[in-house]
């Protein structure tokens, strides 16, 4: 049904009438050039500028009600199925659906579109209407040519009087116009007492003040929306408690975990698990923990491991995990930082907590601050710490592949482009962003803005790529818009942005792969050499060098009883011999054969019998 409604006027109303001719045109104002001015030329790109040729007149005004409208929506979970249809049931909607298509009015509408479809199809495979001709190569060639860039957009600050460090963003997963910022003071026993707890939920279209302060026990160290359900918030404390929001039910957390089952550090680390409820998450903290929630029932952890690299299980001997990393992709796998510089993976199906350690990499002599797989390749990971960034891959353990300069200023935060696999966003602590592209640019960033004076401490990336948060010590929150040659590949992306860049981008990290892969064989060869010299070395030393003198006496303690229980043996042998040669009647040869002994008298044997008795005789005999 359609509504109309005709707005009717006199004639009279509508004042005196128009009357229009023509008119040579006339020469109002000459203003020759200036040839002077142009030195004053300022060119401005880009620029935004509305003409507006009328003036803005109303002639009367109208009174209207007020209409009151309200939002609502309908979940389609499982089409558009009748109520008295089970969706669950596969018998009825097995049946029902045989039932529709055996309808005549069914049959008839597939048959018409199909004979729509059809014809585009044909004219579709015959010529492409909609392809557009060299305006790829005009596109490129700009983005090329523009030197990368970034805008603020807007800085948004703590309201709190005493400033606290935003240690975490995190960005609504269904709209890029809320960001959720966790403020704490990491300092040890540096917390005033007059220090608010809260966290906020920030709207930038209103940024001067928050949209819903988040209010803890304990001031929140991470903060992370949830992916399935954006009304609802993890929360990880500094008292090591976690805590879950719902922002249709207010400020305070629906639950929080007991003091006694949790952490007893801060939780650096909270990240959703990809469940079928929504509901299940896991956290690490510097006691050396990681422990795994559910949100339904925050009363104790449903599993803990952990992160004692000698596989004891002993939590004394435990790293501190300083920073936590998941990807969806790998449900079973996930990444620790530590306090210790130590990259821990994991694998959290594993039957014994021994083996849900898998691999242990040593790269950073300082804490590891950030952790991140890249998007495109989950088998490539960065890590953050001790003044360098660092790339590395799961098939190499002792060396990373790819790695920045040493900066004089520490790094504080790190994060992978989520457009462009070699692309990734720094923060250091005197208060400068770094956008590093590897694949352009291996020793120097390809953007460094300094966003603010005092140190940046967190860092979140849009998962469009375009918008980047950075987080400062005293809580202030910068925007930032990148310009297209940072978060965008190519203007054709149907093709280039899964072909031409991400291949680029694989061959580079194979390539350093391999040849760090032969770097590390290479290196081991020479150090087997080196110890193979060194011990032929140490045998040719040990044979100069004069011996151990407790080693002499030893040895000439042996020598010494030796000789001690020769002469005993020798002497017990000549007193039995003098016992005999006592005997009447009997002779004794002496011990050379060469004389014999009887009745008192010696008696000299020749050399031929001497040698009948097998002993030479002695010289001149």
């Known amino acids: 049904m359609e509504i109309k409604y005709v707005y009717t006027r006199k004639r009279s109303e509508f004042g005196r009438p128009c009357n229009f001719s023509d008119w040579p045109a006339t020469v109002n104002v000459d203003i020759p050039p200036d040839p002077s001015m142009a030195s004053n030329f300022i060119l401005r790109n880009p620029v935004d500028s509305s003409v507006q040729h009328t003036s803005d007149m109303s002639e009367h005004e109208v009174n209207t009600e007020p209409v009151e409208v309200e939002s609502c929506g309908v979940n389609h979970v499982e089409g558009g199925w009748p109520e008295d249809i089970n969706p669950q049931d596969m018998e009825k909607t097995t049946r029902f659906r045989k039932k529709v298509e055996k309808d005549k009015h069914y049959i008839d509408t597939i048959v018409h579109l199909g004979t729509l479809m059809e014809h585009c199809i044909k004219q579709n495979n015959a010529i492409n209407i909609y392809e557009e001709y060299f305006g790829e190569e005009e596109e490129t060639a700009e983005v090329e040519d523009e030197p ?20 975490h963003l995190s960005w609504h997963p269904d709209t890029c116009k809320k960001l959720a910022v966790a403020y704490s003071r990491l300092e040890f026993q540096k917390n005033a007492k007059d220090m608010s707890f809260d966290s906020y939920i920030w ?40 805590a879950y929001w719902d922002t249709r039910k207010g400020e ?3 639950e929080v975990s007991h003091v006694e089952v949790s952490h007893r550090d801060p939780v650096y680390g909270a990240i959703w698990l990809p469940s079928k409820t929504g509901t299940e998450c896991f956290s690490a903290s510097t006691d050396g923990q990681v422990l795994w929630w559910d949100i339904r029932k925050l009363s104790e952890p449903t599993e803990s491991l952990v992160l004692d690299i000698t596989h004891k299980g002993l939590l004394e001997n435990a790293l501190g995990a300083r920073t936590l990393e998941f990807e969806p992709t790998m449900p079973t796998k996930f990444m620790v930082g530590t306090e210790q510089g130590t990259i821990i993976a994991c694998n959290r199906k594993a039957k014994t907590p021994s083996e849900k350690i898998t691999s242990i990499y040593r790269g950073h002599i300082g804490p590891v601050y950030a952790l991140a797989r890249n998007p495109f390749y989950p088998k490539v990971f960065l890590t953050v710490g001790d003044g360098t960034a660092r790339i590395w891959s799961e098939e190499i353990k002792d060396s990373s592949i790819m790695q920045t300069k040493c900066h004089l200023s520490d790094l504080t935060d790190g994060c992978w482009s989520t457009v462009k696999p070699s692309v990734f966003f720094i923060t250091r602590s005197d208060g400068t962003l770094d956008v590093w592209d590897f694949l352009f640019k291996q020793k120097n960033p390809s953007l460094s803005l300094k966003v603010c004076n005092e140190p940046l401490s967190s860092l979140r990336l849009q998962d469009n790529g375009c ?39 694989h061959q580079m990290f194979e390539r350093e792969t391999r040849r760090e892969k032969i770097v590390e064989a290479r290196r081991k060869e020479l150090q087997l050499k080196k110890r193979a010299k060194s011990e032929a070395q140490a045998t040719e030393v040990k044979e100069m060098l004069p011996e151990d003198p407790q080693e002499v006496l030893n040895r000439t303690r042996q020598e010494f009883f030796k000789v001690i ?11 039995a011999g003098n016992r005999l040669s006592e005997v009447p009647g009997v002779a004794r040869t002496c011990t050379w054969g060469c004389c014999s002994v009887a009745d008192g008298g010696v008696r000299l044997l020749p050399p031929s019998s001497a040698g009948l008795l097998g002993v030479s005789a002695p010289m001149g005999w």
């Open 565 to 575: 229980e020769a002469e005993r043996q020798r002497r017990t042998g000549a007193e």
């Open 467 to 505: 918008i980047v948060g950075c987080g400062s010590k005293l809580g202030t929150v910068t925007l930032l818009e990148m310009s297209s040659g940072l978060c965008t590949l190519q203007r054709n992306e149907k093709t280039l942005v899964t072909a031409v860049r991400p291949a680029l981008s």
């Open 148 to 167: 990368p860039s970034a805008k603020y957009i807007d800085v948004i600050r703590d309201p709190n009087e005493t400033k606290r460090t935003a240690t």
């Open 203 to 242: 709207d930038l279209e209103n940024s001067n003040k928050p949209e819903l302060a988040l209010k803890p026990s304990s001031p929140l160290v991470r903060l992370e929306y949830n992916p399935k359900d954006s009304h609802i918030l993890l929360g990880g404390c500094y008292n090591g408690q976690m």
């Open 252 to 254: 305070l957390p629906v």
